[in-house]
Antibody, heavy 112, light 111 residues
Framework: EVQLVESGGGLVQPGGSLRLSCAASGFTFSSYSMHWVRQAPGKGLEYVSAISSNGGSTYYANSVKGRFTISRDNSKNTLYLQMGSLRADDMAVYYC?????WGHGTLVTVSS | DIVMTQTPLSSPVTLGQPASISCRSSQSLVHSDGNTYLSWLQQRPGQPPRLLIYKISNRFSGVPDRFSGSGAGTDFTLKISRVEAEDVGVYYCMQATQSITFGQGTRLEIK
C-alpha cells in the first residue's frame, strides 16, 4: 500500500524558513516523480512544486519560485521542500503526492 | 498556465439522484503523446484529496462504478449516477498535460 507521511510543519514568523519532509513507503520511490500541493484554509488546491524521479528536473509555481527548493533522497525514500522567506499567503496544508496518491498533509502557519 | 473552470461551484443533490460537474480548460488538454491528462479528485471533509478518475474516463482502483468521466479537448464532465451520503465533499478537476493546474472545486452537498 502506498503511504506518504508529511512532517515538519508548524508555526513560523514571516520571513522565516521551514523544511518539510515526506516519507514514502509501499512503492519504488525512485521510479516516480513527486509533487507538493498546498491548500490554504478553506480554499482550493494549489500546485507548488515537482521533481523528477532522479531529481534531475524540478518545477516551481511562480508564487514560490526563488523561495522554495524541492529535493529528494532516493536512498531514504524521502521528499523534501525547503521553504524560505515565508509570507502570510504561504500558510496552508502542504500535501506530498504521487500522481495517484496523497499524504494527509502538514500544516504551515506563518504568523508573528 | 492552463486555467480550469468548473461549474457549478456548489451542487445540492438529493440522495439517490444523479449529479454532474463540468470542467472546461482554457486550451486543449491533448498532450503531444496523444493522451489527455484530465483527472478528477474527491476531497471529503477533513480528508486529503483522493484520485477518482484519470485520463478523462478511467476509474482509479477502488472507486465505485457510480462515478464516471467523459469529455474531450477542452470540455469534461464527472457524473455520479446515484449520489450517496459518503459522496459529500469537494470535487476538483486537474490537468497534467502542461504542468498541473486545478479547477476551483465544486462542493457537493445533500439537499
Amino acid at each position: 500500500e502506498v503511504q506518504l507521511v508529511e512532517s515538519g510543519g508548524g508555526l513560523v514568523q514571516p520571513g522565516g524558513s521551514l523544511r518539510l519532509s515526506c516519507a514514502a513507503s509501499g512503492f519504488t520511490f525512485s521510479s516516480y516523480s513527486m509533487h507538493w500541493v498546498r491548500q490554504a484554509p478553506g480554499k482550493g488546491l494549489e500546485y507548488v512544486s515537482a521533481i523528477s524521479s532522479n531529481g534531475g528536473s524540478t518545477y516551481y509555481a511562480n508564487s514560490v519560485k526563488g523561495r522554495f527548493t524541492i529535493s529528494r533522497d532516493n536512498s531514504k525514500n524521502t521528499l523534501y521542500l525547503q521553504m524560505g522567506s515565508l509570507r502570510a499567503d504561504d500558510m496552508a496544508v502542504y500535501y506530498c503526492a504521487r500522481y495517484d496518491s496523497w499524504g494527509h498533509g502538514t500544516l504551515v502557519t506563518v504568523s508573528s | 498556465d492552463i486555467v480550469m473552470t468548473q461549474t457549478p461551484l456548489s451542487s445540492p443533490v438529493t440522495l439517490g439522484q444523479p449529479a454532474s460537474i463540468s470542467c472546461r480548460s482554457s486550451q486543449s488538454l491533448v498532450h503531444s503523446d496523444g493522451n489527455t491528462y484530465l483527472s478528477w479528485l474527491q476531497q471529503r471533509p477533513g480528508q486529503p484529496p483522493r484520485l477518482l478518475i484519470y485520463k478523462i474516463s478511467n476509474r482509479f482502483s477502488g472507486v465505485p462504478d457510480r462515478f464516471s468521466g467523459s469529455g474531450a479537448g477542452t470540455d469534461f464532465t464527472l457524473k455520479i449516477s446515484r449520489v450517496e451520503a459518503e459522496d459529500v465533499g469537494v470535487y476538483y478537476c486537474m490537468q497534467a498535460t502542461q504542468s498541473i493546474t486545478f479547477g476551483q472545486g465544486t462542493r457537493l452537498e445533500i439537499k
